[in-house]
Each structure stands twice: as structure tokens, then as C-alpha cells.
């Protein structure tokens, strides 16, 4: 069976110690891709290094919608903006509690991602287009801006305190970036893969007011009319083995055609098993789960997703 994961963080501290098995575990499962996906100026960088390190990985260059904006966080412009802090990670972690204030918590998270220049950055991947297969994460986040409604979102997706963003600032900021980085994917020819959560309509209406059409949205969390929105506008999705455990996506998986469906871990997060650590060997768990709905084999699945994987990416 060929298995693809589009969508991973291999350079997230949790694979600092077995990457090299993480990786001979996908590749014996039957596993052909993996694409890297950077988040920031740090992360952009070593998920580059992990892909020329390993032949199974690709990269995806990025610009996480929370990390974008470090710079308003240090520049305390953002109402006290801040997101949960991950032990020694780059991206959204697990619920974690803090007996710091909000404001030291937000320049201590604006310092661990390092403050950049959103512009810089753009260059930057526009100079190493060559080198990625997509441009993301990105897309919108409002999570932090509002309480998380109870059992909406896996809890490995974290939780963040309720913070005011009464002038509607942060979201505008987000929009604005999100619009720069999708006119460069268009300019070099990239599909986009975009994080949209609690902000999935303003997403598509960005996504359709740009006329993206190479569109992956993952993890997608919108409701049916949203998904429905994208199916039509012939835009793929993404399932992580989460799956297993969250009936969205059972739900989601049933309403998009095979021929646009993708898999892909989000590891080391979205796990099938919940509190554990994911790695792109589970892709299976989620090839498994679409069969079942779809009524067809495992292999005719993953036959299909290859398929849609190289096409899309051109791999
Ligand atoms: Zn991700």
C-alpha cells in the first residue's frame, strides 16, 4: 500500500530522538511522502534540512498565522495576544498551564518564535521556491480570540485563554498576511495548504476572492455548507488519523469525492490515540477509516490519494 502524509512537523522537538525510526516506520508501512511543513523563519529552515536529509520527505515552506504576528506581540499592539506555549516546540502544543501574567507570556512566546519580518520571509521563499512542493501552513487562526467551545476541536489542537481583540485588530492583521503569502503562491505556481480554525469562512472567502484554485485545507473543522463550499470549488482536504476518534471527520470524509480526499498526520499532533505522540506510520489509521465509509478496499484508497498526492504536488 502507498502511503502519503502531507501534512507533518518532523522538526517539532518530540522527533529530536528517533526521527531516523519515525521515518524507516513510515517507509515499511509502505510510506512514499511525507511533506515537511515549516512554520516560521526557524522552522522553515530545518524542515529544508530534514528534506534533504531523507528522500521520503518534502518540504512546504510556511508562515503559522499566530507566529506571523510576533512582531505585534512584542510590539504589545495585540490586547494581550498570546497562544499556549509548547515545551520546547514550534507550534501550537498541548493545554499547558502558566503562573506567568499574560503580557510576560506573550513576549516570552513573541521571543520563542522569533520576532521576523513578514516581507523578509516571503523573499526568502520566493528565492527557495524551487526547493518546496507547497506553501503552508497558513491561513487564519481566531482561536485564541474567543473561549474554545467544549469538544469542537481535538484537545491536541491546545487551548488558549480567552483574549480581546474588541477593535477586531488581530484578525485584520491576519487577513492581510494571509492575502500576501497566497498572492506569492500564485506567482510561483504552489499549492497552498492552509490552517483555518474558528475562522474557516473568512478563509474561503479569502481563498475564493484570490480564485486559488490548488487548495488543500487541513485538519478542516467548518461545518457541512463550508466543506461543501470547498468540495465545489474543486479544493482538496486533508484527514488526519484523528479520525479515528472525531465523528467531523467521518462526517467530512463521507461528503468529499475520494478523487479529493488527501492524508496526512499533523504529527506529532492529532493522534489516533489521544496523549499519544502521531507519526506519519499512521496514515494508515486514516486510509482504514475511509475505506470503511467509502465502501471500497484499502489499497483502491491509497492508490487514489497517491495519485491525488502526485498530481497535486507535482512529485
Ligand atoms: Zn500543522
Request: proline share 5%; glycine share 6%; hydrophobic share 40%.
Amino acid at each position: 500500500m502507498k502511503l502519503v502524509d502531507i501534512h507533518a512537523h518532523l522538526e517539532h522537538a518530540r522527533f529530536e530522538k528517533d526521527l531516523d525510526s519515525v521515518i524507516e516506520r513510515f517507509k515499511k508501512a509502505g510510506g512514499e511522502f511525507i511533506i515537511e511543513s515549516g512554520v516560521n523563519p526557524a522552522t522553515n529552515r530545518v524542515a529544508l534540512e530534514i528534506a534533504e536529509k531523507y528522500d521520503v520527505v518534502k518540504v512546504s515552506f510556511g508562515l503559522y498565522p499566530i507566529d506571523a504576528l510576533a512582531k505585534e506581540v512584542e510590539a504589545g499592539e495585540s490586547e494581550g495576544f498570546l497562544r499556549e506555549i509548547a515545551p520546547k516546540g514550534v507550534h501550537q502544543g498541548g493545554a499547558r498551564t502558566s503562573s506567568r501574567p499574560p503580557a510576560q507570556m506573550a513576549s516570552a512566546e513573541a521571543d520563542r518564535v522569533g520576532k521576523f519580518d513578514v516581507d523578509e520571509e516571503l523573499a526568502w521563499i520566493e528565492e527557495n521556491a524551487d526547493k518546496c512542493v507547497a506553501i503552508g501552513e497558513i491561513g487564519l487562526d481566531y482561536n485564541s480570540y474567543s473561549r474554545p467551545a467544549r469538544n469542537s476541536v481535538p484537545s491536541e489542537l491546545g487551548t488558549s485563554p480567552e483574549v480581546p481583540d474588541s477593535s477586531g485588530k488581530m484578525r485584520e492583521k491576519q487577513k492581510e498576511v494571509f492575502r500576501k503569502v497566497l498572492k506569492l503562491a500564485k506567482k510561483i505556481d504552489k499549492p497552498v495548504v492552509i490552517h483555518s480554525r474558528k475562522a474557516e469562512e473568512d478563509a474561503i472567502d479569502i481563498l475564493e476572492e484570490l480564485k486559488m484554485k490548488a487548495v488543500i485545507m487541513h485538519c478542516f473543522n467548518g461545518k457541512k455548507s463550508l466543506i461543501k463550499r470547498g468540495v465545489d470549488n474543486g479544493w482538496f482536504f486533508s484527514v488526519p488519523p484523528v479520525i479515528a476518534r472525531l465523528e467531523h471527520f467521518k462526517m467530512l470524509v463521507e461528503m468529499v469525492p475520494l478523487e479529493q480526499l488527501l492524508t496526512e498526520t499533523d504529527a506529532p499532533y492529532l493522534s489516533p490515540v489521544a496523549g499519544e505522540r502521531n507519526e506519519s506510520a499512521n496514515v494508515v489509521v486514516t486510509i482504514g477509516e475511509i475505506a470503511k465509509i467509502k465502501g471500497l478496499g484499502e489499497d483502491e484508497v491509497a492508490e487514489q490519494i497517491f495519485n491525488n498526492v502526485k498530481n497535486l504536488f507535482n512529485l
